[in-house]
């Protein structure tokens, strides 16, 4: 079956230009939406992507219909792909049934996945700049000797003999954190030296 799929981002705008391109494409069902693109929830576009089965086709006027950025798309457009449904993009003339449809895609996808690993370098070069500085702070530890929850747990392992499992339920911390903790709480104890009197 193939699927149109109309949107515009407020309601004073008119979809009927979009409604004639899909007709003139031979769609066999149109669903419109009036609904911003910055708002992630579009909730027509998503029961119609449900509603797709292998061998459908989706078919929009202009890529932006679909969501409010590359990467959005890209996800989409593999998602679509791994569900062996078609996608037409009119205004691209990207077409996925065709092999040079799919090939534009493929390219895309490819520059897509360059943005991504050079954003990742740009940020692995940032802090190790900023750890030859001495500045790079890394990730504020939450869990801290000085947490309430981390306190109560080390306390109660001390002084009661509930397990493990159940003190972390209690105080609402992971048993990786908890193990972590109290390495450290007994590192710190046997550093410190006892007074003689």
Request: proline share 2%; aromatic share 6%.
């Amino acid at each position: 079956m193939i699927f149109g799929y109309a949107r515009v981002s407020s309601f004073d705008q008119n979809l009927d230009s979009q409604i004639e391109q899909l007709r003139n494409a031979n769609v066999d069902r149109i669903v419109q939406e009036k609904v911003s693109g910055v708002q992630n929830q579009k909730e027509e576009l998503q029961q119609l992507l449900n509603r797709l089965v292998k061998g459908d086709t989706l078919i929009v006027t202009r890529m932006d219909r679909l969501g409010r950025n590359t990467k959005q798309l890209l996800e989409l457009i593999e998602e679509l792909e791994g569900r062996g449904i078609h996608l037409v993009i009119l205004n691209l003339g990207i077409d996925t049934r065709t092999p040079s449809g799919k090939f534009i895609l493929t390219v895309m996808s490819a520059f897509s996945e360059l943005d991504r690993t050079m954003i990742k370098e740009k940020q692995q070069a940032g802090i190790a700049i900023a750890k030859r500085k001495g500045t790079y702070k890394g990730k504020k530890q939450k869990f801290t000797l000085r947490h309430d929850g981390v306190k109560h747990a080390i306390e109660l392992h001390e002084t009661t003999n509930k397990p493990i499992k159940e003190i972390c339920k209690i105080t609402n911390i992971s048993e990786a954190t908890f193990y972590r903790r109290w390495r450290e709480y007994k590192k710190q104890k046997e550093n410190i030296p006892t007074s003689t009197h």
